[in-house]
């Protein structure tokens, strides 16, 4: 088929953008930048600089490069305790999440039961009260089971796992509630005329359909875990303690060690940081096909 000439093929040829906006842009994306990577230029400048120059007047190219506060953090704190502890937490609380958001959703997705959509809307409307208001009666809760029942989860890895647990779960059932709803009922059915009860369905043919699903889950409820603060430092005493509340020992009475809190900072983002952009193909995939059904 010939292609359209002249008028035709101007007209139907996109309209580009005038140069106004295209350097508007540029200059609202720079300045974007430059405001997101300011703080992380000044907390990897002053993880490289002696403890003198930090307290001293603020320079923004440092004076004396150190590397000395990347090991003498270890030293000063039980980071390495701190960095199991949260590590152990988050792991578990984001394979629990998954496991029992997996079967959640599946149920809500796939049939039809009384109290459906009731259910979906008090698990969606956890999300709109501030974690705060849960403190104090996680507290009572935790106080009256060890009183009980005489099992410590206060101060205790379960515990804390516990909590995370009840914030990441009602998201994560609503995200794979959606996942699960855009996968055609037709796979479930195909696998059972091959033999398969919906449990074995769910392991063979929705599971690895959901996975992208799965993985932004995982990744929610892991970062969640890791980076709070709040529970953390009720929750937890000196042996359970993570990493968020740990970095506050470096602060003590005499001194405040600056250069080894900025260090201890960037050390404590890696893990983060490197496993979003490992599964970012994941994450977008998995938030993008989760919230609309």
Same mark, same amino acid.
């Given at each position: 088929?010939?292609?359209?000439?002249?008028?035709?093929?101007?007209?139907?040829?996109?309209?580009?953008?005038?140069? !106004?906006?295209?350097?508007?842009?540029?200059?609202?994306?720079?300045?974007?930048?430059?405001?997101?990577?300011?703080?992380?230029?000044?907390?990897? !400048?002053?993880?490289?600089?002696?403890?003198?120059?930090?307290?001293?007047?603020? *320079?923004?190219?440092?004076?004396?490069?150190?590397?000395?506060?990347?090991?003498?953090?270890?030293?000063?704190?039980?980071?390495?305790?701190?960095?199991?502890? *949260?590590?152990?937490?988050?792991?578990?609380?984001?394979?629990?999440?998954?496991?029992?958001?997996?079967?959640?959703?599946?149920?809500?997705?796939?049939?039809?039961?009384?109290?459906?959509?009731?259910?979906?809307?008090?698990?969606?409307?956890?999300?709109?009260?501030?974690?705060?208001?849960?403190?104090?009666?996680?507290?009572?809760?935790?106080?009256?089971?060890?009183?009980?029942?005489?099992?410590?989860?206060?101060?205790?890895?379960?515990?804390?796992?516990?909590?995370?647990?009840?914030?990441?779960?009602?998201? *994560?059932?609503?995200?794979?509630?959606?996942?699960?709803?855009?996968?055609?009922?037709?796979?479930?059915?195909?696998?059972?005329?091959?033999?398969?009860?919906?449990?074995?369905?769910?392991?063979?043919?929705?599971?690895?359909?959901?996975?992208?699903?799965? %993985?932004? %889950?995982?990744?929610?409820?892991?970062?969640?875990?890791?980076?709070?603060?709040?529970?953390?430092? %009720?929750?937890?005493?000196?042996?359970?303690?993570?990493?968020?509340?740990?970095?506050?020992?470096?602060?003590?009475?005499?001194?405040?060690?600056?250069?080894?809190?900025?260090?201890?900072?960037?050390?404590?983002?890696?893990?983060?940081?490197?496993?979003?952009?490992?599964?970012?193909?994941?994450?977008?995939?998995?938030?993008?096909?989760?919230? %609309?059904?």
């Amino acid at each position: 088929m010939p292609r359209p000439r002249g008028k035709a093929a101007a007209a139907r040829a996109p309209m580009a953008p005038p140069a !106004s906006f295209i350097w508007t842009r540029r200059i609202v994306l720079g300045a974007l930048t430059v405001f997101a990577l300011l703080p992380v230029y000044v907390m990897l !400048s002053s993880s490289l600089k002696p403890l003198q120059d930090v307290t001293s007047t603020f *320079s923004w190219i440092p004076a004396h490069i150190t590397v000395s506060p990347y090991a003498d953090m270890w030293r000063t704190v039980p980071l390495g305790r701190y960095f199991v502890n *949260s590590l152990i937490v988050c792991t578990c609380a984001a394979a629990a999440s998954v496991l029992l958001a997996t079967f959640a959703a599946y149920a809500v997705s796939r049939y039809q039961f009384r109290g459906r959509q009731v259910f979906a809307l008090v698990v969606l409307s956890t999300q709109m009260f501030p974690g705060i208001l849960f403190l104090l009666p996680l507290f009572l809760i935790f106080v009256s089971i060890g009183n009980a029942t005489g099992i410590a989860l206060l101060g205790s890895r379960a515990g804390l796992i516990i909590t995370y647990l009840t914030f990441s779960l009602p998201f *994560s059932i609503w995200l794979l509630a959606g996942y699960f709803g855009s996968i055609p009922r037709s796979l479930d059915e195909a696998a059972w005329v091959d033999g398969c009860g919906p449990f074995r369905a769910l392991l063979r043919v929705v599971i690895p359909a959901a996975m992208p699903g799965i %993985v932004t %889950v995982a990744i929610y409820a892991f970062m969640t875990a890791w980076s709070e603060v709040l529970f953390a430092s %009720v929750m937890t005493n000196d042996t359970t303690r993570t990493l968020a509340v740990g970095l506050r020992d470096y602060s003590t009475q005499t001194d405040v060690y600056w250069n080894q809190i900025m260090a201890a900072s960037i050390v404590v983002s890696i893990p983060v940081v490197a496993g979003f952009l490992l599964m970012q193909r994941f994450l977008v995939t998995g938030l993008t096909a989760g919230a %609309v059904k």
